[in-house]
């Protein structure tokens, strides 16, 4: 075990001039001094770049790439990876920050348990236990299906062995999506440790993608229908006994959000859900009545 092993902290950034400098200086003001910073633009069309830049010439610490074409959310965090030399990787947006003191534990809560493949932090007290504590796969899925969600944290919130990202595949470009099915994925493979608040900070402001979970309940569906899709999956770790009622509360969930989309928005919003879904309305009402 490395006692300082070097942290790539990732920021991809598209049209971000307005939070860019605040989240570059978060960085710096970090305790734990071993990390390196890599700044990816997606063809920005403000100042984004030129602010990264100047933070740049500045520290040698800080590396900016810029793409040759927009490629995207997920594909230019994978892009962002790939300059990577740390053990770990740590996402940080251009419109987030970290706290000073959030590198430092990071780490010291990933180096106490050294056959984990990532942590997840920004999660509720537990009421059993004090943070950091080790799940084992099949206990990280039956936490999130049947005690607390963790699988739906963004990865701001996350640390990653950058060996176990790459073994998993990265991300997979599922828009809304990729780091729900990521932390599935790597839940299949390694145990996860689980962290506290206080870690990172998040922004909200009306530029955000995650806006559309607030208009369109079709986005938020999006994510129990992969659900079912993962709890499907072979390499699951769940027992077959907790693997078939996980899906079944969640296609219950489904029947939920099904008729929410009918109360609050309309009838032809939830038969576009429930198509995407391949069952019927009178299905999901089953499953939600059952």
């Given amino acids: 075990m490395k006692a300082n092993p070097l942290v790539s902290v990732l920021m991809t950034v598209y049209n971000r001039e307005k939070y860019i400098a605040e989240a570059i200086q978060s960085v710096i003001n970090s305790t734990y001094q071993n990390w390196e910073l890599i700044i990816v633009d997606d063809r920005s069309k403000d100042n984004s770049v030129a602010i990264a830049k100047s933070f740049e010439e500045k520290d040698e610490r800080i590396k900016v790439y810029i793409n040759e074409v927009n490629l995207g959310d997920y594909p230019n965090r994978n892009k962002a990876a790939s300059y990577a030399k740390g053990k770990y990787i740590k996402y940080v947006d251009a419109d987030d920050m970290i706290y000073p003191y959030g590198l430092e534990q990071l780490v010291f809560y990933m180096e106490q348990f050294p056959e984990s493949g990532y942590g997840l932090c920004s999660l509720e007290q537990d009421k059993a236990q004090i943070y950091p504590f080790l799940l ?3 206990q990280a899925y039956k936490r999130h299906y049947f005690v607390q969600q963790i699988f739906h944290k963004a990865p701001l919130s996350a640390i990653i062995k950058k060996e176990a990202f ?23 493979k390694y145990p996860v440790v689980l962290m506290p608040h206080g870690i990172v900070w998040y922004r909200e402001h009306d530029d955000q993608q995650m806006n559309d979970n607030r208009t369109d309940p079709y986005v ?5 229908l992969l659900a079912e899709e993962l709890l499907q999956v072979t390499d699951c770790p769940l027992s ?19 008729i929410s989309a009918i109360k609050h928005h309309s009838l032809a919003k939830a038969k576009e859900m429930a198509k995407a879904s391949g069952k019927s309305l009178v299905e999901h009402l089953k499953y939600k009545l059952s």
């Fill in 136 to 138: 084992s796969q099949e």
């Fill in 166 to 188: 790459e073994a998993v595949g990265k991300f997979t470009g599922k828009q809304h999506l990729g780091d729900f099915e990521l932390w599935h994925l790597l839940s299949q």
């Fill in 220 to 224: 938020p569906f999006k994510y129990i």
């Fill in 240 to 258: 077959e006994t907790d693997r078939l009622l996980a899906v079944e509360n969640v296609k219950k969930q489904q029947g939920t959000a099904v």
